[in-house]
C-alpha cells in the first residue's frame, strides 16, 4: 500500500495533532522568503526616539490595554443601572471587567534596525535581561496573569518597525496555549514521573534527527508535533518553570543560541518569524510541571482550507527535513558543529567559564 501523502503526529504535551506533508522532497524555492521592510528609517523611526536616551530601553505603548469583555451579555460599560441591580457587576465571569494589563516593548539602542541574528551577543542578553525584569515586575503588582514576550520581524510577522525590538504584553488571563502545556506537562508528569520538556530534550539529543545546535545550557531542535514549516523551539537544560528566575548565565547561553539558530534561517533568506517566550504564569506555581522555552515560527506560507475548517495544522516540511536543511546551511557535519565559535568546542559543550566571560563583557 502507497504512503499517505500526510503523516498524522501527536504533541506529546498538548495532545494536540498536526499533519506532516511526507511525500514531497524539499524545495527551497517554496519556502525562500525574505522578511519585508516596514521603510521606516532611523530618521522617522519612534524607537529610536522614544524613551530619549542610548542603549536598550522600555517604551510604554500602550497603558491599561486589556479590557475584558467576556460573552455577549451586557458589560459595565453598557448596563443600565436597573440591569446593574440584577448582575454583580465585579463578576468577571461575566465580563464586567474596567481596562488592565499594558503593552509596552523592549527596544535596541537608537539607530539599531538590524535583525536578532545581527546583533551582538552582549545586546541580545541586555533585551533578555529586560523581559525577565518585566515578568518579576508583572508578578510583584499581582494584578494580571500572564506576562507574554514576544519578537515579530518582518512586514509578514505583524511588525511595525525594523527596529530591533521585543514587545510584551502584561494580560488579564493565562493564554490557550500556554493553558494546554500547564494542563498536559502535569498530566505527562503524573502519568510518566518526569518533566516533560527535560524528557523532550534527552530524546532529542539522543536521536538527534531532528536537533539543530546544542551547548552546556540550552537546546534547540525542530519539534516532532511541528506546526509550521521550520519551526524551532530552544530550551534550557536546566529545568525551571519561570524565566524570571533564568541567571545570567543561562541567558547567556540563550542570547546566543537565539542569534546562531535564527542565523541559520539565512537558508531562507532571512525570513520574517515570531520568536514567542513560554514561561510560568504570575500567579500560579508550576514549579515540578512546567518548563520554560522559546519558540521560533517563520512565517512561509498562508493558512489553506484544511486547517480553518479542521484547527488541524498542516505543516508542508517534516521536522526532519528542516533540521537537515538548517545544519547544511550552517556547513555543519552534526547539530554540535553549527556555528561553532570560541567558547564552543567541536563536541557542543560551552564550558561555564565562557558562559561568565560572556555575561561579565
Same mark, same amino acid.
Given at each position: 500500500?502507497?504512503?499517505?501523502?500526510?503523516?498524522?503526529?501527536?504533541?506529546?504535551?498538548?495532545?494536540?495533532?498536526?499533519?506532516?506533508?511526507?511525500?514531497?522532497?524539499?524545495?527551497?524555492?517554496?519556502?525562500?522568503?525574505?522578511?519585508?521592510?516596514?521603510?521606516?528609517?532611523?530618521?522617522?523611526?519612534?524607537?529610536?526616539?522614544?524613551?530619549?536616551?542610548?542603549?536598550?530601553?522600555?517604551?510604554?505603548?500602550?497603558?491599561?490595554?486589556? $479590557?475584558?469583555?467576556?460573552?455577549?451579555?451586557?458589560?459595565?460599560?453598557?448596563?443600565?443601572?436597573?440591569?446593574?441591580?440584577?448582575?454583580?457587576?465585579?463578576?468577571?465571569?461575566?465580563?464586567?471587567?474596567?481596562?488592565?494589563? $499594558?503593552?509596552?516593548?523592549?527596544?535596541?539602542?537608537?539607530?539599531?534596525?538590524? $535583525?536578532?541574528?545581527?546583533?551582538?551577543?552582549?545586546?541580545?542578553?541586555?533585551?533578555?535581561?529586560?523581559?525577565?525584569?518585566?515578568?518579576?515586575?508583572?508578578?510583584?503588582?499581582?494584578?494580571?496573569?500572564?506576562?507574554?514576550?514576544?519578537?515579530?520581524?518582518?512586514?509578514?510577522?505583524?511588525?511595525?518597525?525594523?527596529?530591533?525590538?521585543?514587545?510584551?504584553?502584561?494580560?488579564?488571563?493565562?493564554?490557550?496555549?500556554?493553558?494546554?502545556?500547564?494542563?498536559?506537562?502535569?498530566?505527562?508528569?503524573?502519568?510518566?514521573?518526569?518533566?516533560?520538556?527535560?524528557?523532550?530534550?534527552?530524546?532529542?539529543?539522543?536521536?538527534?534527527?531532528?536537533?539543530?545546535?546544542?551547548?552546556?545550557?540550552?537546546?534547540?531542535?525542530?519539534?516532532?508535533?511541528?506546526? $509550521?514549516?521550520?519551526?524551532?523551539?530552544?530550551?534550557?537544560?536546566?529545568?525551571? +518553570?519561570?524565566?524570571?528566575?533564568?541567571?545570567?548565565?543561562?541567558?547567556?547561553?540563550?542570547?546566543?543560541?537565539?542569534?546562531?539558530?535564527?542565523?541559520?534561517?539565512?537558508?531562507?533568506?532571512?525570513?520574517?518569524?515570531?520568536?514567542?517566550?513560554?514561561?510560568?504564569?504570575?500567579?500560579?506555581?508550576?514549579?515540578?510541571?512546567?518548563?520554560?522555552?522559546?519558540?521560533?515560527?517563520?512565517?512561509?506560507?498562508?493558512?489553506?482550507?484544511?486547517?480553518?475548517?479542521?484547527?488541524?495544522?498542516?505543516?508542508?516540511?517534516?521536522?526532519?527535513?528542516?533540521?537537515?536543511?538548517?545544519?547544511?546551511?550552517?556547513?555543519?557535519?552534526?547539530?554540535?558543529?553549527?556555528? +561553532?565559535?570560541?567558547?564552543?568546542?567541536?563536541?557542543?559543550?560551552?564550558?561555564?567559564? +565562557?558562559?561568565?566571560?560572556?555575561?561579565?563583557?
Amino acid at each position: 500500500m502507497a504512503g499517505g501523502l500526510f503523516e498524522l503526529r501527536r504533541d506529546d504535551v498538548t495532545g494536540w495533532w498536526v499533519a506532516v506533508v511526507v511525500d514531497r522532497e524539499f524545495e527551497r524555492h517554496r519556502f525562500a522568503l525574505p522578511a519585508g521592510s516596514t521603510g521606516i528609517g532611523p530618521d522617522s523611526c519612534p524607537n529610536c526616539r522614544i524613551p530619549p536616551g542610548g542603549g536598550v530601553r522600555v517604551r510604554e505603548l500602550k497603558p491599561l490595554a486589556f $479590557s475584558v469583555a467576556g460573552d455577549r451579555r451586557p458589560t459595565a460599560r453598557t448596563i443600565t443601572p436597573a440591569q446593574a441591580s440584577m448582575l454583580d457587576v465585579a463578576d468577571p465571569d461575566l465580563g464586567l471587567v474596567g481596562e488592565c494589563g $499594558s503593552w509596552q516593548t523592549i527596544v535596541a539602542p537608537p539607530g539599531h534596525h538590524m $535583525s536578532l541574528a545581527e546583533t551582538s551577543p552582549s545586546l541580545v542578553f541586555q533585551m533578555l535581561a529586560r523581559a525577565r525584569a518585566a515578568i518579576v515586575s508583572a508578578r510583584s503588582r499581582n494584578q494580571t496573569e500572564y506576562l507574554q514576550v514576544v519578537q515579530n520581524w518582518g512586514t509578514q510577522a505583524g511588525a511595525r518597525t525594523d527596529h530591533l525590538c521585543f514587545d510584551f504584553y502584561d494580560l488579564p488571563q493565562i493564554p490557550h496555549r500556554i493553558g494546554e502545556e500547564l494542563g498536559g506537562a502535569a498530566r505527562y508528569l503524573i502519568r510518566e514521573g518526569v518533566c516533560p520538556y527535560c524528557r523532550l530534550l534527552l530524546d532529542e539529543v539522543e536521536d538527534g534527527a531532528r536537533l539543530v545546535f546544542q551547548d552546556a545550557s540550552s537546546v534547540c531542535f525542530a519539534p516532532y508535533a511541528s506546526r $509550521s514549516p521550520f519551526e524551532l523551539w530552544v530550551v534550557p537544560r536546566h529545568h525551571d +518553570a519561570d524565566f524570571a528566575r533564568a541567571t545570567d548565565e543561562q541567558l547567556t547561553s540563550a542570547a546566543a543560541t537565539l542569534r546562531r539558530v535564527l542565523g541559520m534561517l539565512g537558508v531562507l533568506d532571512g525570513p520574517p518569524y515570531n520568536l514567542v517566550l513560554h514561561t510560568a504564569p504570575l500567579r500560579e506555581r508550576v514549579d515540578e510541571t512546567y518548563h520554560w522555552h522559546w519558540e521560533i515560527h517563520p512565517r512561509l506560507r498562508e493558512i489553506a482550507g484544511l486547517e480553518l475548517g479542521t484547527g488541524l495544522p498542516v505543516n508542508p516540511v517534516s521536522p526532519e527535513e528542516a533540521a537537515e536543511e538548517l545544519l547544511a546551511t550552517a556547513g555543519a557535519s552534526s547539530p554540535e558543529d553549527a556555528g +561553532a565559535e570560541p567558547g564552543v568546542s567541536r563536541s557542543g559543550a560551552r564550558d561555564w567559564d +565562557a558562559f561568565l566571560r560572556e555575561a561579565a563583557g
